[in-house]
């Protein structure tokens, strides 16, 4: 396979590298993560601006047709700064599903609107008792006149506090952990009955618990056909897999070059601690768990560019399993290897212990995956 990026994937990388060299240093992220917002709405027009918002989607929908490819490019070099906008839950989640499966109005209403940066999206899919399964849903969406009315709590929606829109998973039929019977629906954040408490996660982003009392939607809040939007659901939420996988990659990177500098700096009994054979050794374990973790990150984004089918998801929950391990040790080993500088928010590699640390949990960990991918 060839692992080669193009001339335009280059491009790419290095424009959001620069980005992230100007705007994210730590002190700037710390400083973003302690407003009330959480990032900056100026980063995320410029993100729209040179043309980031529009990748991931097809030329159709106004986008420039990038595939998972060009997800994991970006996400690698988000990895690295630690960048706190919106962009997984508003293109590769809210706004994935309304192209995977929304009709001609609403791909035309929603998705030109994400790509210039003037809508923000997230998506609702976790509840308190369903752990990592997407097919155990207790939201009820019961018909009504022309539409449907929503009862429910959904947990940790992330950035649902700033999104203009939620789409909201719902049972329309079957039992709470059937397959079938689960529909989605588009859901304005200011809807009568709906009550979004927002909240920072101890990454440093922003989640938010959304409870629905009698929410009022109209029946063309509906994104494809009523009881089926399962499967839908499994395939967006393993292209969100691959990205956060990417992600992770960069944010490995960086934590081990950081790591790096340090040993080679700072000094005990007068002799660099990076000389000590030991502290060697750690370093060669951290640096070669990243670079499996890079192999199984690009191998998944082929995986997903080829087509979705098994093979595909036994791909992402492999990689998920694999860089779920490795961004828990790099992580951890690197806030051991720092002392008790690793453990200061003013120093920038708590922050990174911490997202690899939330990474690992996100869209089921490690065992989770370990589990699916058996199965399939």
Known sequence: MDFELS????????????????????????????TELGF??????TMA???????????????????????MIMMESMGRGLVLEPFVSTVLLGGALVAEAG?????????????EGNLMMSFGYAEAQ?????????????KSGDGYILNGTKAVVYHGGTADKIVISART?????DADGISLFIVDSNAAGLDIRSYATVDGQRAADV??????????????????????????IDGAIGAICAEAVGAMAAANEITNEYLKTRKQFGTAIGKFQVLQHRMVDMYMEAEQSKSMSDMVAMKLDLGYADDTRKAVSAAKAQIGKSAKFVGQQSVQLHGGMGMTDEYSIGHFFKRLTTIEMLFGNTDFHL???SNL
């Open 173 to 177: 039929s079957g039992a709470s952990r």
């Open 49 to 71: 601006e040179l043309g980031w918002l529009g990748m991931a989607f097809s030329e159709e929908a106004g986008g420039f047709g990038g595939g998972a490819v060009e997800t």
């Open 40 to 45: 900056s709405r100026d980063h995320w027009k």
């Open 103 to 115: 009709n001609a109005d609403q791909i035309e209403a929603i998705i030109p609107e994400i790509i």
């Open 130 to 142: 369903s752990r990592f399964n997407l097919n155990d849903v207790e939201t009820t969406a019961s």
């Open 211 to 236: 409870r629905l009392e009698n929410v009022t939607v109209p029946a063309s809040a509906l994104i494809g056909a009523e009881g089926v939007a399962s499967p839908v659901i499994e395939k967006v």
């Open 371 to 373: 589990n699916r991918f």
């Open 7 to 34: 001339e335009e994937q280059v491009l790419l990388k290095d424009s959001i590298d620069r980005f992230v060299k100007d705007n994210y240093g730590p002190e700037d992220r710390i400083k973003l993560s302690q």
